[in-house]
T-cell receptor, first 112, second 115 residues
Framework: AQSVSQHNHHVILSEAASLELGCNYSYGGTVNLFWYVQYPGQHLQLLLK??????LVKGIKGFEAEFIKSKFSFNLRKPSVQWSDTAEYFC??????????FGDGTTLTVKP | KAGVTQTPRYLIKTRGQQVTLSCSPISGHRSVSWYQQTPGQGLQFLFEYFSETQRNKGNFPGRFSGRQFSNSRSEMNVSTLELGDSALYLC??????????????FGPGTRLTVL
């Protein structure tokens, strides 16, 4: 069975601080990895995804994530956060059968 | 292009009742997935439909069922509601799950409260 673990439930940062949100997954086969974001009052939307190729993927709004196969990790990063990045972030794994598993989410609060 | 729409947005039911939620995917999208989101359990996959067939199923009891129509619209039904079914039910559509890298687009959700 596949699973996703997000280490931080709530992260509080000041503007301009760097961000790294951890995500580890458990699955024996080929996986496709995603980060989603849910801004307050808005729909869940895709930030970035990895399925093959360069393990460093870039997404919207300056976010990037690195897939490290040996560590089963797909951490999300942003060099300098803004107040508007305040949101809940979800890491997700999708196997080749199309089944998705989400992590519990990390709430990011950015203080102005 | 219109996004994923879900109706109703809010619903209050009592234990033992049944409920039907509706999802209209983005035009041209053939895959619809349903998720349950709760503060304690996070986002949990319920099932996924593609071309009117259930392709994947999560670990939910048989009280949770769904279907997809020929126009790709989908409905989800929960029978014999329990207090623990209170949650935000999200629907997501994508072009096709054959390509597992397809982006899923989520709707606003239906907030179900069971009293």
């Amino acid at each position: 069975a596949q699973s996703v673990s997000q280490h931080n439930h709530h992260v509080i940062l000041s503007e301009a601080a760097s961000l790294e949100l951890g995500c580890n997954y458990s699955y024996g086969g080929t996986v496709n990895l995603f980060w989603y974001v849910q801004y307050p009052g808005q729909h869940l939307q895709l930030l970035l995804k990895y399925f093959s190729g360069d393990p460093l993927v870039k997404g919207i709004k300056g976010f990037e994530a690195e897939f490290i196969k040996s560590k089963f990790s797909f951490n999300l990063r942003k060099p300098s956060v803004q107040w508007s990045d305040t949101a809940e972030y979800f890491c997700a794994v999708k196997n080749n059968a199309g089944k998705s598993t989400f992590g519990d989410g990390t709430t990011l609060t950015v203080k102005p | 292009k219109a996004g994923v729409t879900q109706t109703p947005r809010y619903l209050i039911k009592t234990r033992g009742q049944q409920v039907t939620l509706s999802c209209s995917p983005i035009s041209g999208h053939r895959s619809v997935s349903w998720y349950q989101q709760t503060p304690g359990q996070g986002l949990q996959f319920l099932f996924e439909y593609f071309s009117e067939t259930q392709r994947n199923k999560g670990n939910f009891p048989g009280r949770f069922s769904g279907r997809q129509f020929s126009n790709s619209r989908s409905e989800m039904n929960v029978s014999t509601l329990e207090l623990g079914d209170s949650a935000l039910y999200l629907c997501a559509s994508s072009l096709a799950t054959i390509r597992v890298t397809d982006t899923q687009y989520f709707g606003p959700g239906t907030r179900l409260t069971v009293l």
